[in-house]
């Protein structure tokens, strides 16, 4: 089968692997779910020798979950070198119950930005979350994506589920792995030996510059260069990928880049599926001018809300995107979790960011791009079968006042919060 050839323009932009660079020798395999996911997990901490490392937005306390924690254990049993860090609000629910599951055993579990006293809400920056879900074994594999450690069948607001969540995650092995590890590692010594420091605060630290490298390396890893792929290297073969991380400190708009630039140079097609959908002026104006040039745009977003305003966000952008040809779907089966694109059968992305202000500008995020037709063909198949059973929106829902109210409403919230999120620049 003939492999089709990157784009010329495609290969010149940065695609937000400006910071991580791409790599190649890279394995990347796509998985569907927790109920693919975490056997992958399990067993390759069952095989651990030297260290295990995780990070997650929420670590719950249902079975499934506890089935994950017990092998933690038992890796440490064994000697493994584990180290667990959770974020203080979504995992905290649940707090109680895994430091009484990992007491007594060597399990080191971090809380990052811990919500366990009134007087947390009043500190800077709680907003500001880790939404990550990292996962790496003994530098030699690693999980990525956007699966939280939660049964799929198991909503927190909702409660049981009869059709598990769609969600997405990715195993890697290869070049990737080391930089997953970085970067679970330098956040679990920040929520362990740093719980107050606020990256927020770097912003205002004088000789910035001169200090920025070193703090960069003491809190996230060491950065990587990008791979400039107008002279393919042969070492980029067989799977050209890169792991690309949003803070708030060098890599606020890294992820927003990504899609953007992607977008941007798309000669065919445009699939996107995101539940949480309310994007800046660069991927609106990017979406529109895509579709405009006939590029067939898809936009897979919830049917099922889990949260009200959300649903009111991308409904508010609704006309807007209809107008000019983009074609948006509403996922009904069950919930929807995935956070998923694919451009022209080339690119790829598969992670734990959102393309809303939460995770664009607010909280720590990490996806993986990828650069493979085999890869981009695979995860088409699953967004084709998941539009399939969707429902297209073939008109905006609401008109006239309660309409205008609605989107003033939702343009005020997302004011409101990045300015008390401390969130720069225009959005």
Known sequence: ???????RRLRR?????????????????????GDQLFPR?????????????????????????????????????????????????GSNASLRELQARFSGSGVAMAVFRPMDRWWRWLQPGQLRRLHQKLCMVDSEVAFVGGINVIDDRFDLHHGRTEQPRLDFA??????????????????????????????ALLDYVPLR??????LTQVWRGPQRLRQDLDEPDPRLAPMCAAFVLRDNLRRRRTIEHAYADAINEARRSVDIICPYFYPGQRIRHALRRAADRGVRVRLLLQGKLDYRIAGWAAQALYAELLGHGVEIYEYTPAFLHAKVAVVDGVWATVGSSNIDPLSLLVNLEANVVVLDTAFAAHLAGEIDTAIAVSQRVSKAGGSGLRAML?????????????????AAGRY
Request: charged letters at 25%.
């Open 1 to 7: 089968m003939r492999r089709l050839a990157l784009p």
């Open 13 to 33: 932009r940065r695609h937000a692997a400006q910071d991580s660079g791409f790599t190649g020798g890279n394995e990347v395999e796509l998985l569907r779910g």
């Open 41 to 89: 997990m399990q067993a390759a901490i069952r095989h651990a020798r030297n260290e295990v490392w995780l990070a997650t937005y929420i670590f719950h306390s249902d079975a499934t979950s506890m089935a994950l924690a017990d092998a933690l254990i038992a890796a440490d049993r064994r000697g493994v070198r584990v180290r667990l860090v959770i974020d203080g609000f």
């Open 170 to 199: 990715v195993a890697l092995r290869g070049g990737l792995v080391d930089l997953v590890g970085q970067s679970v590692r330098a956040i679990w010594s920040r929520a362990w030996l740093g719980r107050d420091f606020d990256d």
């Open 209 to 214: 510059r001169r200090l920025g490298l070193w």
């Open 406 to 422: 609605r989107r003033a409403v939702v343009a005020w919230f997302a004011y409101v919060f990045l300015r008390v999120a401390g």
